[in-house]
């Protein structure tokens, strides 16, 4: 009988490190989950939201892995951003924090905001003018606009004002191994604009943001168990990060 109830307990601890090596592995290797604690990124992305950030899509760098351990030397299997790309990243002035935004500026590329418009190598980039966004709250719309990239790729950015601080920068030359990156919402987004954050290096990139698992809103306390199937946002579910 003790034998048997020793065995039990030995497969139990050996299923239990399997489930975890897995676990740890697909983490690590494949897919990381994330959530969206600022509106920087709205409306591609909302307080709230829960994705899948792809680790494979760049390749590995020491940030890949737990505790970003200094096991990889500069990054493996690189495979380079495309220009809108939605990514996670460690910020670089502490290599901790993690950031997401959109990829908008590659190595060698001129980037500048004049009058809330992106240029890249002197060129504006297109944007055109659709319906307003309107919070969950309520409040008064704000100014939505189709932004096209210049490889074609689409994506909306709200923008309030075109005469914010951010809406007027000095031209900035990114690096060689380095991306440019900028939030979807405009005038409320610390991104490569600010000295805090600036260009990307290519080894802090964690992974490219794919789907959506999951999303609610504030309406609900974590005790008012009543509410939540009211707060989930069902239409979000499992959508893909454009």
């Known amino acids: 009988m003790a034998d048997r109830k020793s065995g ?19 983490r690590t290797f494949l897919y990381e989950p994330f959530n969206i604690p600022s509106g920087s ?3 591609t992305l909302l307080v709230g939201d829960y994705l899948f950030v792809s680790k494979l899509s760049y390749g590995y760098s020491r940030y890949s892995l737990p505790l970003s351990l200094p096991l990889i030397p500069g990054r493996i299997l690189f495979s380079p951003p495309e220009r809108g790309d939605v990514v996670v990243f ?38 055109r003018r659709i319906e307003d966004f309107s919070s969950e709250d309520g409040g008064r719309g704000i100014p939505q606009f189709i932004e096209t990239l210049p490889n074609g790729r689409e994506h909306r950015i709200l923008e309030t004002s075109d005469f914010q601080s951010a809406d007027n920068t000095p031209e900035f030359l990114v690096p060689a191994d380095h991306y440019f990156a900028m939030g979807d919402n405009r005038d409320n987004s610390r991104d490569s604009r600010f000295y805090e954050v600036g260009p990307i290096p290519a080894v802090n990139l964690v992974g490219r943001a794919e789907i959506l698992f999951f999303s609610h809103n504030d309406s609900a306390a974590l005790w008012e168990v009543w509410k939540w199937p009211f707060a989930i946002r069902y239409g979000r579910l499992l959508d893909g990060i454009e």
């Open 8 to 26: 039990g307990y030995g497969e139990l601890i050996r299923t239990v490190v399997i489930a975890c090596a897995i676990a740890l592995g697909i």
């Open 41 to 43: 990124m709205k409306p």
């Open 90 to 127: 460690k910020l670089p002035s502490d290599n901790s924090t993690d950031y997401i935004k959109r990829i908008v500026g590659l190595p060698g590329d001129r980037i500048q905001v004049r009058g809330g418009i992106l240029h890249i190598n002197g060129e504006p980039v297109k944007r």
